[in-house]
């Protein structure tokens, strides 16, 4: 984190864009920067991290051959 921090203060000092460092500014005052993970329900975080579980045993499909799976889905 601290290697972020130190690069966001090397171009907002290298930057003369007022306009840029306004919106930046902005967002970074914004309740959007909130944790996005904070605002979740707690099923939905259940949910999520059971998502995450079963990617990580290799429990899911491509996109690519969900595609081809509904491809011939909608054949029949």
Sequence with gaps: ??????????????????????????LLLSPLA????????QEDKRLLMESEEQYEQGNFISHQQLMQEFGEWKKK
Excluded: G
């Design 34 to 41: 909130k944790d996005w993970w904070d605002e979740l329900a």
């Design 1 to 26: 984190m601290d290697t972020t921090k130190q690069e966001l203060h090397q171009l907002i000092d290298s930057c003369d864009n007022v306009i840029l460092l306004e919106e930046a500014k902005q």
